[in-house]
């Protein structure tokens, strides 16, 4: 009886999963909980009968992306954690559905990614090397977040914007990040051309930033503390190396400070030595 | 207390690194498939020429009495006469005379003899047959109930494959041994003269004898089976002496469950299930100070993670537990070792550089751990690259190491270039080797480091370039992406240029007089700390003679009354200043 009220409330939440608003969802999935709390199969066993798991795993899926649609990171990772003990299983007490699997660990990564988080990024990349009989490069959903990562650290960032267009994303979960992503690369040039560029003209600043209009440029300049002059953007530290009197005095703390570690560390030596001896 | 006379210690040292470095090798090299070794020592049962070395390393442990010198002497005969017969005998009193050892341990309470009853397994171990062991267990154990049991237990564990031979010889065995102690599988009621019990240590012992020769056999399920029952008889026995003991069994059980089928990376491998037994293990050991077993099981814990991908929980393990610190080298150099390789997948290169450094550095010098510092040496060079350096080129040069460092060699050679094409190539070239090392994903991220030292070297050699040209030069996708990578180099610190966008160039700047930076001077300090440290550890790592302070205690105390006849003398007045401080110089 519960087994087939948990099977409708899943079609429901499957066929309407793009329209449902979060709350109507999220009140779909506590009802499909409560079903599968009494049919004893919130957690994985070994010994639980097949067809409950794989409802139980699909429960847990859908969960999974509507919190994502409705950009409930903390949500999203219960429920990757949920998960996890069901994708342990042995395959032949559990068929696997790769294609949901990789669905939602490429949106994992791609949450951990905008997070920053990538230590735990990498371990778990660690961990889908060893699974077996994935290509992971070739997965059209763990290979985009591992594309955008290797992408973002060496600094092609247009490639980054380009993947990120509509058409590009594997499945529209996956455009939830963009909006994220596109801030931190937005930030990530903007550090860089700071430190390359002794000043920029404001017409080619707007696509360097991925930005829609001079007028956003301007905005986006002022946020940033950017002084901007005749349609050129100055950046602030051009503006400090020019006050060459204070690089002087900083100069020379420098060196008194750096005559003191060397002093420190004779010191530190001649102590030394002189106990071993 | 029989005192180590100095001069033995030596030698007890490179018996402690042999036996330890044989499961090293076990550990480490199973992965790369190096099973010579190994498949050499199930043929091993009548070698000659290694055993002698092997026995006479064994011999010198057991203290000097007789049994000793007449086990050297055997040794001898057995190289110019019957070669058959010997090594069988040997092979048993060898075993038998660590039961001493054993019995000395409990009786002084000093682990440090089954340390050595531990060292000599390695050179039993290519001499161990079922027989042998076999008839070792019927000639110790008499009829009385404990025991008896457990001696069952052992030859059931051995005897099971062996069955066709195991018959035969057991009438033989019968009459061998009856005038001794009635074999127990035998007659079982009768009483025998010398009823004296077993201690669990020499079951244990044999224990892991078996487990040894099991392991040597291949016959991985039923050392799996016996190693559960010997872990759980170690835990219920709840005996101090046992400590270092157990910390082998638990090596040993862990070893099975990594071979049983489904193998390791599967999360269905029998590693998993072996996770409970360890992690109470540790928690037993840290509450009772056990450092050997808590320093094995934690290793073996971490091992047994990594074995899964489970880096997190390895993390987690390592933050909520401390590593002994006076553990024994070789597993101190391992947990620096997996302890590195959580670091690198965690992007904290520095800190893994740091682990990996000392393990390769702690890794035994000797051959037969070579597949340990071979895979520590991967890893830190991956590591080296990872952080933008050059490894050293006389790494690559060592013999032992050459061949099995060949594709990471042709790795830094793309790194060191900058030549992302040949980084690619040797990448697929070697895809295999490098997933088998497990460096596959760390060296997929060495991609951004082959850019960047190609951008270095345009700044270096060109004092303006256009993005166009370094694009082509580099094979990047397009001229956009250019501007973006070496704006970031620009930001990293790795080069220092200005671009110029309408113009589309990268200009560089002139580069300043490293020696007038404050970064010689830090390296310098880095060495003179490296080598203070190694002093301070050598310092620390110094063992002296057991009564030694005894010695000095009773130097003090002569001191003492020489001073207070001193003071005596000088109160009379017979003696003078000078004299006085000759005297306390001289002593």
Same mark, same amino acid.
């Given at each position: 009886?519960?087994?087939?009220?948990?099977?409708?409330?899943?079609?429901?939440?499957? &066929?309407?999963?793009?329209?449902?608003?979060?709350?109507?969802?999220? &009140?779909?999935?506590?009802?499909?909980?409560?079903?599968?709390?009494?049919?004893?199969?919130?957690?994985?066993?070994?010994?639980?009968?097949?067809?409950?798991?794989?409802?139980?795993?699909?429960?847990?899926?859908?969960?999974?992306?509507? &919190?994502?649609?409705?950009?409930?990171?903390?949500?999203?990772?219960?429920?990757?954690?949920?998960? &996890?003990?069901?994708?342990?299983?042995?395959?032949?007490?559990?068929?696997?559905?790769?294609?949901?699997?990789?669905?939602?660990?490429?949106?994992?990564?791609?949450?951990?990614?905008?997070?920053?988080?990538?230590?735990?990024?990498?371990?778990?990349?660690?961990?889908?090397?060893?699974?077996?009989?994935?290509?992971?490069?070739?997965?059209?959903?763990?290979?985009?977040?591992?594309?955008?990562?290797?992408?973002?650290?060496?600094?092609?960032?247009?490639?980054?914007?380009?993947?990120?267009?509509?058409?590009?994303?594997?499945?529209?979960?996956? =455009?939830?990040?963009?909006?994220?992503?596109?801030?931190?690369?937005?930030?990530?040039?903007?550090? =860089?051309?700071?430190?390359?560029?002794?000043?920029?003209?404001?017409?080619?600043?707007? =696509?360097?930033?991925?930005?829609?209009?001079?007028?956003?440029?301007?905005?986006?300049?002022?946020?940033?503390?950017?002084?901007?002059?005749?349609?050129?953007?100055?950046?602030?530290?051009?503006?400090?190396?020019?006050?060459?009197?204070?690089?002087?005095?900083?100069?020379?703390?420098?060196?008194?400070?750096?005559?003191?570690?060397?002093?420190?560390?004779?010191?530190?030596?001649?102590?030394?030595?002189?106990?071993?001896? | 207390?029989?005192?180590?006379?100095?001069?033995?210690?030596?030698?007890?040292?490179?018996?402690?690194?042999?036996?330890?470095?044989?499961?090293?090798? /076990?550990?480490?090299?199973?992965?790369?498939?190096?099973?010579?070794?190994?498949?050499?020592?199930?043929?091993?049962?009548?070698?000659?020429?290694?055993?002698?070395?092997?026995?006479?390393?064994?011999?010198?442990?057991?203290?000097?009495?007789?049994?000793?010198?007449?086990?050297?002497?055997?040794?001898?005969?057995?190289?110019?006469?019957?070669?058959?017969?010997?090594?069988?005998? @040997?092979?048993?009193?060898? !075993?038998?005379?660590?039961?001493?050892?054993?019995?000395?341990?409990?009786?002084?309470?000093?682990?440090?003899?089954?340390?050595?009853?531990?060292?000599?397994?390695?050179?039993?171990?290519?001499?161990?047959?079922?027989?042998?062991?076999? @008839?070792?267990?019927?000639?110790?154990?008499?009829?009385?109930?404990?025991?008896?049991?457990?001696?069952?237990?052992?030859?059931?564990? !051995?005897?099971?494959?062996?069955? #066709?031979?195991?018959?035969?010889?057991?009438?033989?065995?019968?009459?061998?041994?009856?005038?001794?102690?009635?074999?127990?599988?035998?007659?079982?009621?009768?009483?025998?003269?010398?009823?004296?019990?077993?201690?669990?240590?020499?079951?244990?012992?044999?224990?892991? $004898?078996?487990?040894?020769?099991?392991?040597?056999?291949?016959?991985?399920?039923?050392?799996?089976?016996?190693?559960?029952?010997?872990?759980?008889?170690? @835990?219920?026995?709840?005996?101090?002496? %046992?400590?270092?003991?157990?910390?082998?069994?638990?090596?040993?059980?862990?070893?099975?469950?990594?071979?049983?089928?489904?193998?390791?990376?599967?999360?269905?491998?029998?590693?998993?299930?072996?996770?409970?037994?360890?992690?109470?293990?540790?928690?037993?050991?840290?509450?009772?100070?056990?450092?050997?077993?808590?320093?094995?099981?934690?290793?073996?814990?971490?091992?047994?993670?990594?074995?899964?991908?489970?880096?997190?929980?390895?993390?987690?393990?390592?933050?909520?537990?401390?590593?002994?610190?006076?553990?024994?080298?070789?597993?101190?150099?391992?947990? $620096?070792?997996?302890?590195?390789?959580?670091?690198?997948?965690?992007?904290?290169?520095?800190?893994?550089?740091?682990?990996?450094?000392?393990?390769?550095?702690?890794?035994?010098?000797?051959?037969?751990?070579?597949?340990?510092?071979?895979?520590?040496?991967?890893?830190?060079?991956?590591?080296?690259?990872?952080?933008?350096?050059? #490894?050293?080129?006389?790494?690559?040069?060592?013999?032992?190491?050459? %061949?099995?460092?060949?594709?990471?060699?042709?790795?830094?050679?793309?790194?060191?270039?900058?030549?992302?094409?040949?980084?690619?190539?040797?990448?697929?070239?070697?895809?295999?080797?490098?997933?088998?090392?497990?460096?596959?994903? %760390? !060296? %997929?991220? $060495?991609?951004?480091?082959? !850019?960047?030292?190609?951008?270095?070297?345009?700044?270096?050699?060109?004092?303006?370039?256009?993005? +166009?040209?370094?694009?082509?030069?580099?094979?990047?996708?397009?001229?956009?992406?250019?501007?973006?990578?070496?704006?970031?180099?620009? +930001?990293?610190?790795?080069?220092?240029?200005?671009?110029?966008?309408?113009?589309?160039?990268?200009?560089?700047?002139?580069?300043?007089?490293?020696?007038?930076?404050?970064?010689?001077?830090?390296?310098?300090?880095? +060495?003179?700390?490296?080598?203070?440290?190694?002093? /301070?550890?050598?310092?620390?790592?110094?063992?002296?003679?057991?009564?030694?302070?005894? $010695?000095?205690?009773?130097?003090?105390?002569?001191?003492?009354?020489?001073?207070?006849?001193?003071?005596?003398?000088?109160?009379?007045?017979?003696?003078?200043?000078? /004299?006085?401080?000759?005297?306390?110089?001289?002593?």
């Amino acid at each position: 009886m519960a087994e087939r009220q948990l099977t409708q409330v899943l079609t429901q939440l499957k &066929s309407s999963a793009s329209t449902l608003s979060y709350s109507d969802a999220s &009140s779909l999935l506590s009802k499909a909980k409560l079903l599968l709390l009494q049919l004893n199969a919130l957690t994985p066993t070994a010994t639980q009968n097949p067809q409950l798991l794989v409802l139980a795993r699909e429960t847990y899926e859908q969960g999974a992306l509507a &919190s994502i649609r409705a950009k409930n990171s903390e949500a999203f990772t219960r429920y990757v954690s949920q998960l &996890s003990g069901f994708y342990e299983l042995p395959a032949d007490i559990l068929p696997p559905n790769p294609q949901e699997r990789n669905k939602v660990t490429g949106l994992y990564l791609l949450l951990l990614l905008t997070l920053g988080r990538y230590d735990e990024f990498h371990s778990e990349l660690e961990a889908l090397h060893v699974r077996q009989g994935v290509d992971v490069e070739g997965d059209k959903y763990l290979g985009y977040p591992i594309k955008l990562e290797r992408w973002l650290m060496e600094g092609s960032y247009d490639r980054v914007w380009k993947a990120m267009k509509k058409g590009e994303v594997p499945c529209e979960e996956y =455009s939830v990040f963009s909006e994220v992503l596109t801030g931190q690369i937005r930030t990530e040039i903007a550090r =860089s051309s700071e430190r390359a560029y002794p000043s920029l003209p404001l017409s080619s600043t707007k =696509s360097l930033l991925f930005l829609d209009s001079e007028g956003a440029v301007v905005e986006f300049a002022r946020s940033r503390g950017w002084l901007v002059k005749d349609g050129q953007i100055i950046f602030p530290s051009t503006i400090a190396a020019e006050g060459a009197e204070g690089e002087e005095a900083q100069g020379e703390d420098d060196k008194q400070e750096m005559s003191q570690m060397v002093i420190e560390n004779a010191l530190g030596y001649a102590r030394t030595l002189e106990t071993i001896v | 207390m029989p005192g180590k006379t100095p001069d033995k210690e030596p030698v007890e040292n490179g018996g402690y690194r042999g036996g330890k470095d044989i499961d090293m090798k /076990d550990n480490d090299l199973k992965p790369k498939g190096k099973k010579s070794v190994k498949d050499g020592d199930d043929e091993m049962t009548v070698v000659v020429p290694p055993s002698k070395a092997a026995q006479k390393q064994s011999s010198a442990p057991p203290p000097n009495d007789a049994d000793g010198d007449v086990a050297m002497d055997d040794v001898d005969k057995a190289d110019e006469g019957d070669v058959k017969v010997d090594p069988v005998v @040997q092979a048993i009193s060898d !075993i038998k005379s660590n039961f001493a050892l054993l019995e000395r341990a409990v009786v002084l309470f000093d682990a440090r003899f089954s340390l050595r009853a531990l060292r000599s397994i390695s050179s039993l171990r290519k001499r161990l047959t079922p027989e042998i062991l076999a @008839q070792v267990i019927s000639e110790t154990y008499s009829t009385s109930s404990s025991s008896s049991h457990v001696a069952k237990q052992l030859l059931a564990a !051995i005897g099971q494959s062996e069955m #066709p031979l195991g018959r035969s010889w057991a009438p033989e065995m019968e009459i061998d041994s009856e005038p001794k102690a009635p074999a127990k599988n035998g007659a079982k009621k009768e009483s025998s003269k010398e009823n004296k019990d077993v201690i669990p240590e020499i079951d244990v012992f044999l224990g892991i $004898l078996t487990q040894v020769l099991l392991y040597d056999n291949k016959q991985f399920r039923q050392g799996f089976e016996h190693s559960r029952y010997l872990s759980d008889r170690i @835990q219920s026995l709840n005996r101090r002496s %046992l400590d270092s003991l157990s910390a082998k069994v638990y090596f040993y059980y862990s070893l099975f469950a990594e071979q049983l089928k489904p193998l390791p990376p599967s999360p269905q491998s029998p590693i998993v299930s072996i996770r409970p037994t360890l992690l109470a293990a540790l928690r037993t050991a840290v509450l009772r100070k056990d450092i050997d077993t808590q320093a094995s099981v934690i290793v073996l814990l971490l091992r047994n993670y990594l074995l899964t991908s489970h880096i997190a929980q390895a993390d987690l393990l390592v933050s909520h537990t401390q590593f002994p610190e006076n553990a024994a080298n070789n597993q101190v150099a391992r947990f $620096l070792y997996y302890l590195g390789r959580i670091r690198a997948i965690q992007l904290r290169y520095t800190e893994a550089h740091e682990h990996l450094t000392a393990a390769t550095r702690k890794a035994p010098s000797s051959a037969c751990a070579l597949g340990f510092s071979q895979t520590a040496t991967k890893l830190l060079l991956v590591v080296e690259l990872l952080m933008g350096d050059i #490894p050293d080129r006389a790494t690559f040069r060592q013999p032992t190491m050459e %061949l099995s460092l060949k594709p990471y060699f042709l790795l830094v050679q793309a790194v060191r270039v900058g030549n992302l094409e040949d980084f690619e190539t040797a990448i697929a070239d070697h895809a295999d080797t490098f997933r088998r090392d497990g460096t596959y994903t %760390l !060296i %997929l991220r $060495l991609r951004q480091n082959v !850019i960047k030292t190609g951008i270095r070297m345009m700044s270096l050699s060109y004092s303006r370039i256009s993005l +166009r040209d370094i694009c082509i030069r580099l094979h990047l996708g397009s001229e956009e992406s250019a501007e973006y990578i070496v704006a970031k180099a620009i +930001r990293d610190g790795v080069i220092e240029a200005t671009l110029d966008r309408e113009r589309g160039f990268m200009k560089s700047k002139e580069v300043g007089d490293v020696y007038a930076t404050r970064e010689p001077g830090e390296a310098f300090h880095d +060495r003179i700390r490296a080598c203070l440290a190694l002093h /301070d550890e050598s310092v620390k790592a110094m063992r002296f003679p057991m009564n030694q302070h005894r $010695l000095e205690l009773k130097n003090a105390q002569e001191a003492r009354e020489r001073e207070r006849e001193m003071a005596k003398e000088i109160q009379d007045g017979d003696l003078d200043e000078d /004299d006085l401080g000759g005297e306390f110089e001289g002593m």
